[in-house]
């Protein structure tokens, strides 16, 4: 059974940082595009970044150079630094299997944390 559990949300402010970890069980993460999911109040969820088998990573244009994506043994995390407010939402860990890219479609992923909320005031 696969599973994927998120933590490390919070909340902080404008300037601070946090990491969020998945911890991932019943599937093997170097055979699998693992991602960052985010969607705020009233908002579609969109793809935050990517990391796929051969551990090339992809982001959102909103998050380069301060959000980094990285993997090690069973779990995926996300550092997050020089948060903004409109950082704020619901973060969600998924996976798919590794089908030659990572997608930024939602509805392309199979398997879905929980969700771990972050919010970052001004």
């Known amino acids: 059974q696969v599973q994927l559990v998120e933590s490390g949300g919070g909340s902080v402010q404008a300037g601070g940082s946090l990491r969020l970890s998945c911890a991932t069980s019943?599937?093997?993460?170097?055979?699998?595009?693992l991602g960052w999911f985010r969607q705020a109040p009233g908002k579609e969820r969109e793809r935050v970044a990517a990391i796929d088998s051969d551990d090339t990573t992809i982001y959102a244009d909103s998050v380069k150079g301060r959000f980094i994506i990285s993997r090690d043994k069973n779990t995926v995390y996300l550092q997050m630094n020089s948060l903004k407010p409109e950082d704020t939402g619901m973060y969600y860990c998924?996976?798919?299997?590794?089908?030659?890219?990572?997608?930024?479609?939602?509805?392309?992923?199979?398997?879905w944390g929980q969700g771990t909320q972050v919010t970052v005031s001004s």
């Open positions: 998924t996976a798919d299997v590794w089908g030659g890219y990572c997608s930024r479609l939602p509805s392309d992923y199979t398997y």
């Open positions: 019943g599937i093997s993460v170097s055979m699998y595009c």
